[in-house]
């Protein structure tokens, strides 16, 4: 995955979060962030620095606060989806762009040294003047 890719991703989390209420409350004065959008741009601001402990960090709480707004009835179970599953995604994004891959594994056997030669018999000059002609 690409730094581009993790840039979308929390970009639609922070779309989802933070553009979200703010729409619908269009009012004169601006609402103070929200746990949820607090999470949200630290998960956005630890991902752009491809920093994975601290994007770990972030996407707990705001699994959590994600619960918590369930639970207390101001954010719907679509909504709650969408979230968690964009902050996957980040992560997910993050945790490939930061992490080595995987050696590779040859699929060709290592090749064996050779046999160990026997040693040759040792030479024994013919002694003159014994046997046939010589």
């Given at each position: 995955?690409?730094?581009?890719?993790?840039?979308?991703?929390?970009?639609?989390?922070?779309?989802v979060?933070?553009?979200?209420?703010?729409?619908?409350?269009?009012?004169?004065?601006?609402?103070?962030?929200t746990?949820l959008?607090?999470?949200?741009?630290?998960?956005?601001?630890?991902a752009?620095?491809?920093?994975?402990?601290?994007?770990?960090?972030?996407?707990?709480?705001?699994?959590?606060?994600v619960?918590?707004?369930?639970?207390?009835?101001?954010l719907?179970?679509?909504?709650?989806?969408?979230?968690?599953?964009?902050?996957?995604?980040v992560?997910?994004?993050?945790?490939?762009?930061?992490?080595?891959?995987?050696?590779?594994?040859?699929?060709?056997?290592?090749?064996?040294?050779?046999?160990?030669?026997?040693?040759?018999?040792?030479?024994?000059?013919?002694?003159?003047?014994?046997?046939?002609?010589?």
């Amino acid at each position: 995955m690409t730094g581009r890719t993790s840039r979308r991703a929390a970009a639609a989390v922070a779309l989802v979060v933070v553009v979200g209420p703010s729409l619908a409350a269009c009012s004169a004065t601006p609402p103070r962030p929200t746990a949820l959008q607090t999470d949200v741009l630290a998960v956005s601001q630890a991902a752009a620095a491809h920093d994975l402990a601290a994007t770990t960090a972030a996407t707990g709480r705001l699994n959590a606060d994600v619960v918590a707004a369930r639970q207390s009835g101001t954010l719907d179970a679509a909504r709650a989806a969408t979230i968690e599953s964009a902050a996957a995604a980040v992560l997910a994004d993050v945790t490939a762009a930061v992490q080595p891959p995987a050696p590779t594994t040859s699929s060709t056997p290592a090749s064996a040294p050779p046999p160990a030669r026997a040693p040759a018999p040792a030479h024994q000059p013919k002694e003159k003047g014994k046997g046939g002609g010589d």
